[in-house]
């Protein structure tokens, strides 16, 4: 897409500054606070940026599309899961696909493939559709008030999450599982310097509560299981991800179903909440975009019954979702641990390096994207799909994330029908900036203000 199709007066959303020069200080600083202040500009020039440890090792950010080749596709085998990342994601993942690796992860994968494949797509759209028109309902209620949608989009992913995979209503157990995810990603899950420098085997300040965290988690999980067991299972087809992940998974243990359902939870709920969030911070202030998506979607039916249907004529509503997965990456950097020494686009690579692909600089870098800076979904229809080594919202290779397809469809048939039904502002003019935890979470929750649309 060239410039000259850029939308006049195109919204550039705050973002923090790119460090300069970074140290040892400025680093650990970062990882306090917000680790995009850690990523230096040189990421912006350079195939591959080294920094130093100050004991011993070394931090390598990888940069240009054939580093990230190098490092997700051909070189798998050598660069491996962080240690770090166990350590994070650990407690709510466990065994799950998220942290196998080698033959463990190639066996997973081939046993959850068949609950993913894009047939599995129609059985959502339903489970859906139905959640928004709940969230529509809620909001409905709140029309001329302030309303903190960063709130409601996280309700409502849980919602989907909980219909989609259980058949279940979220009432019960709701309430907790926000709470549990919510607090875990905002304090126990930020990553930490220990996280990072400790070997693996050695525990860190956060292990105990975090081992606390990890017991409280899988109870709960194992709870909504047994739950959704009691519902028994579908007579003639499977009516949603947990019949087919069950038949998926066979005699297998029912502890690593639990871990792969409680990942499932955590991925369909805090990042599609998070892309929500971003993509009505973003709408709110495009008011021409979101008339555009309010006009693609008045005349389809977004329902229980006609979503699926409708999905393919979302184009709008599915360039939004993906302009908004440029802008805020859930994973603003994808690790790995150099497994053997090496090199990335000429540079030696020690073994045991860090290796750090920054999609959030990627994802906003001149030399891949025509004014990154802006907010323009038309990037996504006017022109040729972007190098899928650029573009990395949902990682690339062999382990891309195997609910990309699922996440899009639910982002999608979301925002359409919350264009469709409502008009978006934001009080007040507080920048709202994004702050890198797991995902990236906004400094704060700004308040709307919703109005009915009418109709054209």
Known sequence: MSATTMPAGAYAPPAPPLAGRIGWLRLLAAFRRNALAALPEACLHEPVVTLRLPFGGAMVLACTPEAVRQILVSGTDAFARLPAGRRVLGPIAGRGLVLAEGE????????????????TVPLMAGHIARAAQASAARLDATLGQPVDLHAEMQRLSLDIAATAMFSLEADTFGPRMRAMVSGYLGGLGRPTIADFLLPPGLPTPLSPRRALFRRRWTALVRGIVAARRAEGAGTEAPRDLFDLLRAAHGDGPDSLLVDEIGTMIVAGHETTASTLFWACTLLARSPG???????EAAELDLGEAGAAAALPRLRLARAVVQETLRLYPPAHVIARRAARGGEICGTAIPAG???????WVLHRNPRWWDRPELFSPARFLDGPEPDRHVYLPFGAGPQVCIGAQLALAEATLVLARLARDHVLAIDGDRPVLPVATVTLRPDHSPLFRLARRRPA
Do not use: S, Y
């Open 104 to 119: 463990t992860w190639r066996r997973q994968r081939r046993v959850l493939a068949p609950a993913f494949t894009p047939r």
């Open 289 to 295: 975009i979101q008339d555009a998506l309010a006009r």
């Open 353 to 359: 390096a860090t290796v750090m692909i920054p999609t």
